[in-house]
């Protein structure tokens, strides 16, 4: 896990430098600590074995929802040609 580094100190000296009160550059400080912490948390990112494991399903469920199309399609075609030929049939007579 990557981790981020923060000069604690330095930033509460440069605040300091520009007429920040030490108490209040001190809680500057930790709040901005913990804003980086929280922003570089990388425990909810997702692994490349995540993405795997998600793609496989994805083209999973594609595959299913092409045979449903084919299976639907492959249904209307003969039910056309079962209407055009009763009605050639009709037609006929």
């Given at each position: 896990?990557?981790?981020?580094?923060?000069?604690?100190?330095?930033?509460?000296?440069?605040?300091?430098?520009?007429?920040?009160p030490e108490k209040q550059a001190e809680?500057?400080?930790?709040?901005?600590?913990?804003?980086?912490?929280?922003?570089?948390?990388?425990?909810?990112?997702?692994?490349?074995?995540?993405?795997?494991?998600?793609?496989?399903?994805?083209?999973?469920?594609?595959?299913?929802?092409?045979?449903?199309i084919i299976k639907w399609v492959v249904?209307?075609?003969?039910?056309?040609?079962?209407?055009?030929?009763?009605?050639?049939?009709?037609?006929?007579?």
């Amino acid at each position: 896990m990557a981790t981020m580094t923060f000069d604690t100190h330095k930033f509460i000296k440069t605040l300091e430098a520009s007429g920040i009160p030490e108490k209040q550059a001190e809680a500057l400080a930790m709040a901005q600590q913990e804003s980086l912490q929280a922003a570089f948390d990388y425990r909810d990112l997702a692994t490349k074995g995540d993405v795997k494991e998600s793609e496989l399903r994805l083209d999973a469920r594609l595959a299913e929802a092409k045979a449903e199309i084919i299976k639907w399609v492959v249904g209307l075609i003969f039910m056309q040609t079962g209407v055009i030929v009763a009605l050639m049939l009709r037609l006929a007579k």
